[in-house]
């Protein structure tokens, strides 16, 4: 029983100070780029805990994502992201760097709705992470404003340090042609299900359709 609860107390440890705030934006929706369509994000993020007695500090990330249409239901993104952060504990500072890279398919499973994304990625040059994730969009004002939902399930891919992490997004996509480029304002909250305390996220990003901004409308 003491061995359990000094493993438990370590892996919270680690997931709240070692790794100290994931990245669990998305800034995307369940739209599809399109087939042979290429669009980029640059984006940042800001990632803490947003309870006192936890000293995990805030994390930032600053990057781009690139998507490329396979096809009408299938695109292919890729995202690299530059973290740094300021970690807090016992009255000691810590500040380091380390970048996160990720890539994998977006699947349409109702065209412009509901999507499945299924990125896998490398964070800090050593842990592997699988994000599988369902996206929705809500149209509010046609073309114009969507309001775009997440679930996600965190799965780092090492028995050491698994964690049941699920995390939760709302976004908004906000243009004047949401085919062509778009703000997306998005907060989010982090859950370990065996832990209590969650993790917060507010992140914006600006989507452009590289292909449909070089047509004249």
Not at 126 to 131: I, K
């Amino acid at each position: 029983m003491k061995r359990r609860l000094v493993i438990s107390i370590l892996l919270n440890l680690v997931w709240l100070l070692s790794a100290c705030a994931p990245l669990f934006s998305d800034m995307h929706s369940a739209r599809l780029v399109g087939k042979k369509q290429f669009e980029i994000t640059p984006g940042y993020s800001s990632v803490g805990a947003p309870q006192p007695e936890m000293k995990a500090g805030i994390s930032n990330y600053l990057g781009i994502q690139a998507a490329y249409g396979l096809s009408d239901n299938v695109e292919l993104r890729f995202r690299f992201e530059h973290s740094w952060l300021k970690k807090t504990f016992a009255d000691e500072v810590d500040k380091s760097n380390f970048n996160v890279i990720g890539i994998g398919p977006k699947i349409s499973l109702v065209k412009d709705r509901l999507a499945v994304f299924l990125p896998i990625g490398l964070a800090a040059g050593s842990l592997v992470e699988f994000q599988p994730t369902i996206l929705g969009t809500i149209p509010i004002l046609r073309n114009k404003i969507d309001f775009n939902p997440s679930v996600k399930h965190l799965l780092d891919l090492c028995d050491v340090c698994w964690q049941p992490l699920i995390a939760f997004n709302l976004g908004v996509g906000i243009s004047s042609d949401i085919t062509r480029w778009a703000i997306r304002p998005e907060y989010g909250l982090l859950y370990n299900l065996g832990q209590k305390g969650h993790f917060k996220s507010f992140s914006i990003g600006l989507s452009m359709n590289m292909s449909a901004l070089s047509r004249p409308k």
